[in-house]
């Protein structure tokens, strides 16, 4: 009889590519999302859809929810794909046996998503990361006089996911080109923003290392840079391409999972400077990633050999992956395309060297390249991108 996971925020495209991934393994997968009818419970690998409440606006209801849930089903496996998910079930875990939650305790990923925190402990291990400053309160950003600004700057909340208690709040990391936006920016940010890092910006690719550790062991690897973004100024990536991944910054990388008694996937994230290619730390995400697609459509599946090795499972040797395939997610480039179109560079806090309009619509003209996959229109899955284009359609 096939095992079952239970795979939390169906909504999210990471929640797809493990419900993909695990079901063609031979699991069974359970999904569960705010509504009910997510994207991942579209794919024909969901055996369930339920509906459980908003992990950041109830965290205490979505884990008895889901605790209840992984009872129910005798589920193996335990996958909390978001931050806010995490942050609810880890703290959990003992009433989730006998299923199994594949990710160190609640303290160490607090401490790994602490942008502050983390940023300390790099240059430990040999990594940059931007020029900075702590804003510990509102009070400290008041203080601030335009000759301690370096312009533009980069105005990122230490944690994304902020509160403890009751309903959490997701923070976005903001751009200010000139002193007059910084000063906007600051009396826009609600107080859960502190500790606010103010950091220089790097313009320059992204890069991406994503790493397997297990018990001290490395079971994966893999690396992609992005090609475009939503918004074009930074944000989640919409175009993305297989690289090699360079074994320094993998050591490094792995080296500064270790310090924090890591176990799991995680995405190391930086960005390279176009003037000194120095790669600078932006954060890591200790789950799984958006555009975990790609690394499965390049050969590593990172969800499968996750399973195998939490439930004691046999895994080979780490899997080698092809350089040079690329993934797109369709209306997430759609509507990086539109804002593109209908505001300004200045307005989107673009960078010197972006395109400009007329040329990233020849770059998004251009549908296909060999090498190319499309992240969520599968034509042997064909449900999640249908259900994804009715809720874009619908504005949602």
Excluded at 18 to 30: K, M
Excluded at 227 to 242: D, Q
Excluded at 260 to 271: I, Q, S
Aim: hydrophobic letters at 50%; a positive charge; glycine letters at 8%.
């Amino acid at each position: 009889m096939a095992r079952t996971v239970v795979v939390t925020d169906g909504e999210q495209r990471a929640a797809l590519a493990v419900v993909r991934s695990l079901g063609r393994a031979g699991y069974r997968c359970a999904v569960c999302s705010a509504t009910g009818r997510s994207l991942a419970g579209a794919s024909r690998f969901a055996a369930a859809d339920h509906a459980v409440p908003n992990a950041l606006r109830g965290p205490a209801a979505f884990a008895a929810a889901i605790v209840t849930l992984v009872a129910n089903e005798h589920a193996a496996l335990v996958v909390p794909v978001t931050e806010a998910a995490m942050l609810a079930l880890l703290p959990e875990r003992a009433k989730l046996a006998p299923g199994v939650l594949p990710f160190p305790d609640a303290d160490v990923f607090r401490r790994l998503t602490d942008k502050a925190e983390l940023l300390r402990v790099a240059p430990e291990v040999g990594i940059a990361v931007p020029r900075q400053l702590v804003l510990a309160r509102r009070a400290a950003a008041d203080a601030l006089a335009p000759d301690q600004v370096r312009m533009p700057a980069v105005l990122k909340p230490s944690r994304s996911v902020a509160g403890a208690g009751g309903a959490r709040l997701r923070l976005a990391v903001r751009h200010a080109a000139d002193w007059s936006e910084f000063r906007r920016v600051i009396a826009e940010l609600p107080a859960e923003a502190y500790p606010l890092l103010l950091q220089e910006r790097i313009v320059g690719p992204g890069v991406g290392i994503f790493l397997l550790l297990w018990n001290g062991q490395l079971v994966a690897q893999f690396a992609h840079r992005r090609l475009r973004e939503k918004p074009p100024s930074g944000g989640v990536s919409v175009y993305r391409e297989s690289i090699v991944a360079d074994p320094e910054l993998v050591a490094r990388s792995r080296a500064l999972l270790e310090r924090f008694g890591w176990r799991g996937v995680a995405m190391v994230e930086y960005k390279l400077d176009a003037a000194t290619g120095t790669p600078y730390l932006m954060e890591i995400n200790g789950r799984f990633w958006g555009s975990l697609q790609l690394a499965v459509d390049a050969g590593v599946d990172f969800p499968a050999l996750l399973a195998a090795v939490a439930l004691g499972e046999p895994v080979e040797p780490m899997p080698h992956y092809r350089v040079g395939v690329r993934s797109r997610w369709w209306w997430g480039d759609v509507d990086q395309l539109l804002l593109r179109l209908r505001r300004s560079s200045a307005e989107l806090s673009l960078p010197p060297d972006a395109p400009t309009r007329a040329a990233a619509l020849a770059a998004f003209l251009r549908l296909w390249w060999p090498g190319d996959r499309n992240e969520i229109l599968r034509w042997a899955d064909p449900g999640p991108f249908f259900r994804e284009t009715t809720l874009w359609l619908r504005g949602q």
